[in-house]
DNA sequence: AAGTGGTCTAGACCACGGC
DNA sequence: CCGTGGTCTAGACCACTTC
């Protein structure tokens, strides 16, 4: 037999990969259930054990399955992600809230050489600045603070004020993929403006999140300062040893 | 040729993988260097292509080397751990400052049912409480209250008051392998004894961190509560898209 | 063009798990 | 015992990067 059978498809375990992950995504393989062997993949896919091997090994790689010696494949337990990153709205969703934010101010700086640097931008680069507070179930939780480059994102600005997360106009307008952000967090007070538009007493204890968000190509995309009503949202992570 | 060698020896691409691993570690590969392809490997090593493949494809799974296709094998820039579950003494080793505990409190406590229930213990469970102020720089920066089951760790207490931390005394004397921790993270301000303890004003926010803390069992072993001065004690996280 | 990693074959024996 | 995954061979062609 020849090596490959065909040119410029798609490679035979991702073929394999597919049809298994398929079968999970319907559920017709639930978390638990035995995965076909790779003997039996390989006679199903007509391909070598090597490669139905790979695919397997892949798989469990990305931690679709387990392996277990002398056993077999098993779909893998879904798996709670820890420390993802997540928009607003998607936050709120995920907790089953709805969300809303309202903007408070939107304007073009171009003084700010502290949030320029943070972005990798020229001292004197136009930099956006949206203002907004975000509310769930029309309760005031947090004031948050974005910049980003004009220059490199003209059109992000009219996206968010026609209502579309920051998030997704990045990611599907802008055609940027994030990757991950690096967070500081620590604790401040309201000041008497803040503490107007998050409708708390002055010197209210806040949670105060500044977050540099990254695209996959490791470049900086967006600064937030958030500042968080105590007691209405608590940040939660996981640390790994 | 025969198939293996050897009988229940390390396997050969493990012994490559080690070949590497020591080749960088001695500093004699650095990060960015080349490593030998897979063909040269083979050769080296005497084994089949497939065999020095999967030395390689691991490492780049582990994040040691990268793999540019058409390019080569490269030895990875060392990564730095992000989320990493460090003890307090841990944590400002790191930052490079000397960190000493004073302790306020310690007592076995009995009827401290949500306590109990976090460690998944019994809600009348005798509990080990021991509160410290921790200090940097002969500042005091946080107090933090840990609580652990009298029963597991009969001599934990006793340990960590003759001065060792208690992330190694529960390693290395317990042999507790800790696996990780979720935490839970908000803002709240100061009553006056730890405004006192702390040395600040009374209402000076802090950032709380509640962490529970698991061994690779996935059983609960430690909860920490902990109390941070505001500007003496920034957290950093990375969140991943 | 030369060298690299990516995909793939058609088998082999070994170690482990469950019946 | 049989079936599983784990290790391994001795090659092959393809796709990509570098020169």
Redesign the interface.
């Known amino acids: 037999m020849s090596t490959m059978p065909r040119r410029s498809e798609e490679p035979a375990y991702k073929r394999i990969q597919g049809a298994i992950r398929r079968r999970i995504d319907t559920g017709q393989l639930k978390p638990g259930n035995m995965v076909p062997s790779e003997r039996e993949l390989a006679r199903i896919h007509q391909v070598s054990l090597?490669t139905a091997r790979h695919a397997l090994t892949e798989l469990a790689?990305d931690g679709v399955v387990e392996r277990r010696h002398g056993a077999g494949t098993f779909v893998a337990p879904p798996r709670v992600q820890f420390?993802?990153?997540?928009g607003y709205s998607e936050q709120m969703a995920s907790l089953g809230l709805t969300a809303h934010s309202r903007i408070v101010a939107s304007t073009v700086i171009s003084r700010e050489p502290e949030i320029a640097a943070r972005l990798g931008l020229a001292p004197t680069a136009r930099i956006v600045r949206l203002e907004r507070v975000r509310l769930a179930q029309n309760e005031p939780v947090a004031l948050e603070v974005g910049y980003w480059s004009e220059d490199e994102f003209p059109d992000l600005l009219q996206s968010t004020l026609d209502g579309r997360s920051l998030f997704s106009a990045l990611e599907q307008d802008c055609g940027v993929?994030?990757?991950?952000?690096?967070?500081?967090?620590?604790?401040?007070?309201a000041d008497q403006r803040m503490a107007d538009l998050l409708r708390v007493g002055k010197?209210t204890?806040?949670?105060?999140i500044r977050?540099l968000i990254f695209s996959t190509t490791g470049k900086a995309i967006v600064y937030v300062t958030g500042f968080?009503r105590?007691?209405r949202?608590?940040?939660?992570?996981?640390?790994?040893?």
């Open positions: 090597m790689r420390n993802k990153l997540l993929s994030l990757a991950y952000a690096d967070e500081e967090i620590d604790a401040t007070d010197n204890p806040l949670l105060r977050q968080y105590s007691g949202h608590t940040l939660r992570i996981r640390r790994l040893r």
